[in-house]
């Protein structure tokens, strides 16, 4: 009997601490587990007590990489309870700040961590020796995200102006102008990201996903959307607990999402590039197509190039929110807490992240749940291991190059694994 | 050929990873620092491994579970020196929140299935559990610091990072004080400097991500707090976030439990 593993400890050049095993008998897979031992922060728990405006410096601590998600949805769930609508240029400001997360978490993601799976290199200092013009223009473009978050928000790993109902403090028109030379630079840098991210070599491996992201009357979404999937999903947010469930396996601390009519799902660039395509501005697209990157895309190999192309938007966006933008007469609209249950739903870098509170009258926490984008992916992520290495073993792919591109595979999904063991109260659960 | 370098180690505990990730924002001089050093080990960065021992190893993150305690043991002797970055490895983080309360309850409340969830009772700092030769604060730190702090060490001399309040900074920076002007509750006065009084500069008093200063006096602050129609409970909730287990805010929010 013929037994192989593929058994990688911890995975590298991915935010947090996971690994993977996959058990193979007889040239077919008989296991695959993505096993995630982050250990616990049980912030679901401590949330309960806290006081509605202390959540979003709260839950910004999940993620270091993708705070602005986390108090995005912290906020617009608060909001909903309070019945207050962030509109005008407070709305705008916070997309804004969305853009300086994209810009920031793909160009780290794509260059400095995936790229070098492509180019055959253990990471991007060492990659730089021989491409030193990518890297740094890459380190570049990652700093002016950062630049659009430090101006607008104080700091870039858990910024400190935002609160719900707005921010603290708005910019000024000046400060804001101050960082379009750099972003109109960076419209250049991402074009030239799109095309070297489009040149890669990608293994041929097109999959039949549901993708699941938010939908916008008129918008590439950022804060706010329907639910919606290619599969026939299309609920508003606040129905996303009679839609999904999540589960806990026994070799994770992250817990599973499923959507409840079918399986598993997609979140994340490939997921919003697919069902969106039509919102993005035709610059944008005509690069696309320039790229033959014209939805849809279904190999997962090739989201490197989406979230290039994500880049190219949010700078683009990021420089049309800062041409008109005049500040608003007041930095936020006044909540004032009532007692009630509330969703928010926003897109992460990685894919969408939902949250749900229950405040009582005073605007005390009662219940938090969180379902961040990483565990909706896990199952996604596990079946497409399972399938890559059945068709490894099948076209004699040399196991060492199997194992790797295994890596490269679950990178394909900018795992983050901090993030996906913030912890999921269970609806539902199986053995 | 004879010039070694010496070797960097990152390593990661409970934690959000934004520490570590402060070493990647670093856009301006991270290709310069990883030629001045060896990156022997930095799974989040690079998946390429070099043997200890290591010459500096910063930690981040804190200590839940057993297994983490005997790997920071190890850590320990196979680095010269080591360094905490931020609140979680300086303080127990937000994370920490649970030594106030009955961590089977939190596991319970969050997971389907508890027994399979292993965690200690309490989230502690490094310093708890093995020699810490500096502990950079912050929450997340200050890459200016992280990168004054790495220098230091790879030349020999003391870490140039002042340890008095964030009053200190907004005085040096001409900013109105938001506790006077506006009667905004601020724990600048007892909270480490480090940020460069970030948040009075956005109108807003300090949350103290940075933990407690040199000397502080929290019960003078908290007094002046409640004189001033903050409930108890607000008191307590302010100084229970990221450094609540930081010893002055802790037992400062222990008088006031309900």
């Known amino acids: ?431 | 050929m004879t010039d070694k370098k010496p070797k960097l180690a990152v390593w990661k505990f409970a934690s959000c990873d934004g520490c570590q990730l402060s070493i990647l924002d670093c856009e301006d001089e991270l290709l310069a620092v990883a030629d001045a050093v060896e990156i022997a080990y930095f799974p989040e960065a690079t998946s390429a491994e070099s043997p200890p021992p290591y010459d500096i190893s910063l930690v981040e993150g804190s200590i839940t579970t057993e297994h983490d305690i005997k790997r920071i043991q190890t850590i320990r002797k196979r680095s010269k020196a080591l360094v905490t970055i931020g609140a979680c490895a300086t303080a127990g983080g937000i994370q920490a929140l649970r030594n106030f309360a009955d961590v089977r309850d939190f596991t319970r409340t969050v997971y389907a299935r508890p027994e399979y969830i292993r965690t200690l009772e309490k989230s502690t700092p490094i310093a708890d559990h093995v020699f810490v030769d500096f502990e950079l604060r912050g929450c997340p730190v200050n890459k200016y610091q992280l990168l004054e702090v790495l220098n230091a060490f790879l030349n020999g001399r003391k870490p140039n990072i002042p340890a008095y309040s964030v009053c200190v900074e907004c005085k040096r920076g001409g900013v109105a004080c938001v506790a006077v002007t506006q009667g905004v509750a601020c724990l600048g006065p007892i909270t480490h400097a480090g940020c460069g009084a970030l948040c009075p500069r956005f109108n807003r008093g300090c949350y103290g991500c940075f933990g407690p200063m040199e000397t502080p006096n929290p019960e003078s602050l908290a007094d002046w707090w409640l004189a001033h129609g903050m409930q108890p409970a607000e008191v307590q909730r302010a100084l229970r976030t990221f450094n609540a287990y930081a010893e002055p805010f802790r037992k400062e929010s222990e008088r006031h439990e309900s």
């Open chain 1, 1 to 431: 009997m013929s037994r192989k593993t593929i058994k990688v400890d911890y995975l590298a050049r991915v935010e947090g601490e996971g690994g993977l095993s996959i058990k193979m008998k007889d040239d077919r897979v008989v296991d695959v587990q993505l096993r995630i031992f982050e250990p616990p922060r049980f912030f679901e728990a401590f949330l309960q007590g806290r006081s509605f405006m202390e959540v979003p410096d709260i839950t910004a601590r999940i993620c270091g990489i993708c705070p602005v998600a986390y108090q995005m949805s912290s906020c617009h769930a608060m909001e909903s309870i309070a019945g207050v609508q962030v509109d005008g240029m407070l709305r705008e400001l916070r997309r804004l700040l969305y853009c300086g997360e994209w810009i920031e978490s793909h160009a780290l993601h794509t260059f400095m961590l995936h790229a070098p799976d492509f180019l055959g290199y253990p990471d991007a200092i060492q990659m730089a020796k021989d491409h030193p013009d990518l890297v740094k223009l890459a380190l570049r473009l990652k700093k002016h995200g950062n630049d659009i978050m430090v101006r607008l928000a104080g700091r870039e790993i858990h910024p400190i102006n935002v609160r719900v109902g707005g921010f603290y403090r708005v910019p000024t028109r000046q400060e804001l102008l101050s960082l379009v030379d750099d972003l109109k630079w960076s419209r250049d840098a991402a074009r030239e990201a799109v095309e070297a991210l489009a040149g890669l070599p990608f293994p041929e491996f097109e999959q039949d996903y549901e993708y699941v992201a938010l939908r916008h009357p008129d918008e590439y979404p950022f804060n706010e959307g329907r639910l919606v999937s290619n599969k026939g999903l299309d609920i508003d947010i606040a129905d996303y607990d009679q839609h999904f469930v999540e589960v806990h396996v026994a070799y994770s601390s992250a817990l599973h999402s499923r959507l409840k009519k079918r399986d598993n799902y997609h979140v994340g660039p490939l997921a919003r590039y697919n069902l969106n395509f039509d919102r993005l501005p035709s610059s944008v697209k005509k690069i696309a197509k320039a790229h033959k990157l014209e939805p849809p895309v279904n190999n997962p190999f090739r989201s490197i190039a989406v979230r290039g192309l994500e880049t190219l938007f949010a700078v683009e966006e990021a420089l049309r929110i800062i041409e008109s933008y005049e500040p608003p007469p007041l930095p936020y609209v006044e909540v004032v807490p009532r007692a009630g249950t509330g969703h928010g739903c926003t897109e992460a870098p990685r894919g969408i992240l939902y949250h749900r509170y229950t405040l009582d009258d005073n605007g005390i926490v009662l219940d938090a749940r969180i379902v961040p984008p990483t565990s909706q992916n896990q199952k996604t992520i596990e079946n497409d291991l399972w399938r890559f290495v059945e068709q490894g073993i099948a076209t004699n792919m040399e196991h060492d190059l199997l194992a790797h591109t295994c890596e490269q595979a679950i990178r394909n999904y900018d795992p983050c694994i901090s993030c996906s063991t913030h912890f999921l109260k269970l609806d539902f659960e199986q053995v």
